[in-house]
């Protein structure tokens, strides 16, 4: 059975499920920063996802970067699976800016995350789920 | 017309074509580390493949990282879509180790790159081309 990694969860907050992966929203204001996690038992790397999988988890990689390109109109996108840190499969898609804190290296570790304002954090869940076509 | 951007003609030594993509060897002999240069004009992010092109990358994709796992038993594949030195789309397919210098973090920045020897880059390179399938 499918559960988010405890410490996944502890670092973003739910936006939406879409038919494969659930969105999710890091807690680090300092870049707009999505997750996906595909909702399967077991899967550790990319390689893992059977093909039909694979092809769901791109489509929705796709939708979720052109949401935070509509949404913040950043210079680049950032999209990776590195699982180092959480063993399970999870995609970091991250809108980055050349004015960015991070630029031009990843931002992983580079400043201590920043934590949003919850009314901010909560607007910008609605607009993501407009941007990804779940708000119904 | 496509060509190699520059700075990743640097940075890496051809292993072979596979139908969409350029597999290369990066010349940081630190980590077993390919990337995939998707033989396309004018392509920046992930979400600019079209939806054809998009799935004989993930295809390519699993194949690169399946190699490395056949060839070196790493811990983690991490596969990244970074792009925010070099503007020209290209994916990192890197075999991790909890013993190698990054880890659990990122590759990028970590150590200075360290060189191949070159008859072992070249013997590196032909097992990779015959792990890909690519020896003919």
Known sequence: MYALHPQLADETVP????DLCRVLLSTDATYPWLVL???RESLRDLHDLNEEDGIATLEEIRRCSRA?????GPDKMNVAALGNQVPQLHIHIIARFTTDPAWPGPVWGKVPPA???EA???ALIARLRTALGQDG
């Open 15 to 18: 936006v939406c499920d879409l």
């Open 37 to 39: 996690s595909p909702r």
């Open 68 to 72: 935070l390109v509509d949404l913040f």
């Open 115 to 117: 934590p949003y304002d």
């Open 120 to 122: 901010e954090r909560e």
